[in-house]
Each structure stands twice: as C-alpha cells, then as structure tokens.
C-alpha cells in the first residue's frame, strides 16, 4: 500500500531555511503529490503540489516565492524547500498523495504521511 514519510522538520529563526522531504513507495506515475500544513486552531491548507511526472507546480499565495516543491524520481523522493520562513509558517507539514489533483487540492486527499512539524520563532 502507499506509504508517505516525511523528515526534516524542526526549529528556526525567522528568515531561516528548512526542507522537507518525503519518502513515497507505490506511488503511481502521474500522480500527484503535495505538501499540506495546520497550525493549531487553524484549517489545514494545501501549501504546494506537483504531478510526479514533473509537470507544473502549484503554491498558495502566501508561499509563492519562498517555497518550492520539487520530487526526486530515482529516490521516489518528493522535497519543500522552504526560505525565508516566518512565525506564520509555524505548523505540522504532511506530505498526501492522490490520483486526482482536484481531489488533492481542493478535497481530501486520499493518502497522507504522519507529519513533521515546522516552529519558526
């Protein structure tokens, strides 16, 4: 079965980096994957997504230009790369899965890691 598992998270100042990285098995080509992330008492949001077969990227608004999502095929590896990070970055990250986009984005996606958490201080 689908197995999601994230690694890299961790504490930072503010206007620090971090990247996340995701290690996805049985993940079927053209599928796609993003990063999703809730803070506490807040909804979860999809923060960056892309096809694994390298297609376009997606970024909310609020992460455009500081983040970046890219995959590693060989290593089935998906990664966010995240620069200059602010306190309202503070969150757990997920990395999900699904065979439809507009289910990823807009609905639930189907599969989900167990989150690595991200303070910025």
């Known amino acids: 079965h689908v197995q999601l598992v994230e690694s890299g998270g961790g504490s930072v100042q503010a206007g620090g980096s971090l990247t996340l990285s995701c290690t996805a098995s049985?993940?079927?080509?053209?599928?796609?994957m993003a990063w999703f992330r809730q803070a506490p008492g807040k909804e979860r949001e999809a923060v960056a997504a892309?096809?694994?077969?390298?297609?376009?990227?997606y970024y909310t608004s609020s992460v455009k230009e500081r983040f970046t999502i890219s995959k590693d095929n060989a290593k089935n590896t998906l990664y966010l790369h995240m620069n200059n990070l602010k306190p309202e970055d503070t969150a757990m990250y997920y990395c999900?899965?699904?065979?439809?986009?507009?289910?990823?984005?807009?609905?639930?996606?189907?599969?989900w890691g167990q989150g690595t958490q991200v303070t910025v201080s």
């Open positions: 049985l993940i079927g080509y053209g599928s796609c």
């Open positions: 892309m096809y694994t077969d390298g297609g376009r990227t």
């Open positions: 999900v899965a699904d065979s439809s986009f507009l289910k990823l984005w807009f609905q639930n996606p189907t599969y």
